[in-house]
Every structure is written in structure tokens, then in C-alpha cells.
């Protein structure tokens, strides 16, 4: 089951996380905080790990560089690839299977040949501007490496990391699967 709490900012309007017009990179957030979304991640590649899996359990690929992140995916939705909507936990190690609730301070909007595929991005606590850089970093890498994956793989269409973006809207991009209803987001 995922629990979504949408925050809202003291003056009780909704804040979000969005892109500056001059640096589309840059993160701008209201002074005033938020309570982000809590789900729950199911772990697949653990932090460090060379091996990426899928959220069945298969492998995708295995990696010349560790994952820096964990890194799995939300079970009861659907991402608009068609495969579980994907997350990041950031902190410590934690072993492939294992489920967590974390608050989703943002997600990473990815392009994979072709499909829009969203990242929750999940901590414990916000993330600084530092951890922030870092993660955004990490996805344009990827999206590089994915690309070329994808050509190998006859795969054709875009690769691309286009930013941060706000995790709520990440959600409910997404669609439910399975048998858990989907909780309605507050306007």
C-alpha cells in the first residue's frame, strides 16, 4: 500500500518544486516548506551494486560502475514506460527486496528511447543542494550510457535527462496497478 500526504505550505496553498526559466537545472523551492508524498519503495539494486534488475527480478544490465544510489520502484503504480514508477532512497545500503517508506522530495524526468520515465527521488530528510547536483548528475550520466545500451539493443529514440521535476505530479502521472486503489491527490 503507498500512502501519498501532498504537502501543503503554512498559507495552505500547494508549493511545488520547479524549473527556473534561466537554468532549467535549478531547483527553485518555496521558503516555506512542504510535507512531500510518502511511499513505499521496494528495493532492487542496492547501493553499490554493478547489477541493475528490473522490478521482476531479471537482469538488465550489469554496470562498469556501482549504482551510488538505491535504487527500485513503486509497487502499485505504473510509470508512463508501462514498467513500475521507478525510485531512488538515498542513505544507506539497503538489501535488494527490502520495502521502505521514504518522503519523495522531488523526481528526475528522464527520457528512455523515446518514453517518458520519472524517478522519485526518496530520503528521510530534504536534500541539500549538494545531494541535489548529485543526483542530477547521476541521470545525465545514465542517460548516456542508456542511450548507447539502447542502440546496442536496436532500441531507437530519445535519451535524455530533462531535469527536476515535482514528485506529486510525478505520482499522479503514474497509473495504479494491481488490486490497490489509487489514493486521490488534493488539488
Not at 520547479?18 to 532549467?24: D, G, L, Q, V
Request: aromatic share 6%; proline share 9%; with cysteine.
Amino acid at each position: 500500500m503507498i500512502e501519498i500526504r501532498p504537502g501543503r505550505n503554512k498559507s495552505g496553498m500547494q508549493d511545488n518544486l520547479e524549473a527556473s526559466s534561466t537554468n532549467p537545472d535549478r531547483c527553485v523551492v518555496s521558503e516555506m516548506q512542504q510535507e512531500p508524498p510518502l511511499v513505499e519503495v521496494v528495493i532492487e539494486v542496492p547501493r553499490g551494486s554493478f547489477i541493475k534488475r528490473g522490478s521482476t527480478g531479471k537482469v538488465d544490465f550489469i554496470s562498469p560502475l556501482p549504482c551510488p544510489f538505491n535504487y527500485g520502484s513503486l509497487p502499485d503504480y505504473l510509470g508512463l514506460d508501462g514498467d513500475l514508477l521507478d525510485a531512488l532512497v538515498l542513505g544507506p545500503r539497503l538489501p535488494a527486496g527490502t520495502r521502505v517508506r521514504a518522503k519523495a522530495w522531488g523526481a528526475i524526468r528522464m527520457v528512455d528511447h523515446g518514453m517518458l520515465d520519472d524517478k522519485l527521488i526518496c530520503s528521510d530528510l530534504p536534500l541539500d543542494i549538494l545531494q541535489r547536483q548529485k543526483v542530477l548528475r547521476f541521470f545525465r550520466f545514465y542517460a548516456k550510457c542508456k542511450g548507447l545500451l539502447n542502440v546496442a539493443r536496436g532500441r531507437l529514440g530519445r535519451n535524455a535527462c530533462e531535469g527536476w521535476r515535482d514528485a506529486t505530479q510525478a505520482i499522479a502521472r503514474a497509473r495504479p496497478c494491481g488490486s490497490s486503489p489509487r489514493l486521490p491527490l488534493p488539488r
